[in-house]
């Protein structure tokens, strides 16, 4: 069956930096993008960061853009979000999500692919 893992939150001070990774099993990875999505308290849930493992492709949010990384391990089924410069606003729970997408369509924004398949979240916190 499908699985999703999210792991690597914690606490960290404004300024600082963190990596997310999102272990992936019980689909063909190569075949799937790979999104972060993140929500806060009161907030909708807002795309961060996807991957498409059929082309290599990324799509960062503006607000994250320069900041995060995303990468995708295919031998590890991994993706990892690397979160540098964290500010306060970028406190969230964080979640990973998987869509059956590997095509290299230009008008397809991978942030607003229908995804299938939510792991649980982990939590970021930033002290400023």
């Known amino acids: 069956d499908v699985q999703l893992q999210a792991s690597g939150g914690g606490l960290v001070q404004a300024g600082g930096s963190l990596r997310l990774s999102c272990a992936a099993s019980?689909?063909?990875?190569?075949?799937?993008?790979i999104g972060w999505f993140r929500q806060a308290p009161g907030k909708e849930r807002e795309g961060v960061s996807a991957v498409n493992n059929g082309d290599g492709s990324t799509r960062y949010a503006d607000s994250v853009k320069g900041r995060f990384t995303i990468t995708s391990d295919n031998a590890k089924n991994t993706v990892y979000l690397q979160m540098n410069s964290l500010k306060p606003e970028d406190m969230a729970v964080y979640y990973c999500?998987?869509?059956?997408?590997?095509?290299?369509?230009?008008?397809?924004?991978?942030?607003?692919?229908?995804?299938?398949?939510w792991g649980q979240g982990t939590q970021v916190t930033v002290s400023s």
């Open positions: 019980g689909f063909r990875f190569g075949e799937y993008t």
């Open positions: 999500a998987a869509d059956h997408y590997s095509s290299s369509y230009y008008y397809i924004d991978l942030l607003r692919l229908v995804y299938d398949y």
